[in-house]
């Protein structure tokens, strides 16, 4: 369990300390979705391009808890590439797992398995889930 456990942690650091897709882009197409978490200071942005019901790319900008960038890299990493109702079903899932509502417990979350433990710390829930959060928003928005 220790082991699991420093695997989730090495999972966590590399994504804050080298995160992937980081950094808004100017070009056309993108939807822009802003949340602040102020009990943590966590201000984060993500920027989605999403085109023939598959999400093309995702992107984050912001500060905030190792937590809560990390967690904005694992989501671009995971979800691009994924259909809409992939995305939509992973997003939910992973929201759920978190904040201790139902979810598909055979769901594989792939490397977001990283942040279940987070669930036992209700004041860092919100840390974990803001970034999903914005990008659910945004599914909700291309998906009318
Ligand atoms: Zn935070």
Known sequence: MRDLKNLYRQIIMDHYKNPRHKGLTSEEGY????IKNPSCGDDITIQSKIE????KDIRHEGTGCSICCSSASVLATLLKDKSVAEAQTFTRNYINMITNQSYDKNFDFEDAIAYQGVKDFPARTKCATIAWLAFEQTLKKQVK
């Open 52 to 55: 023939d019901n598959t999400v």
């Open 31 to 34: 939807i822009k979705e802003h």
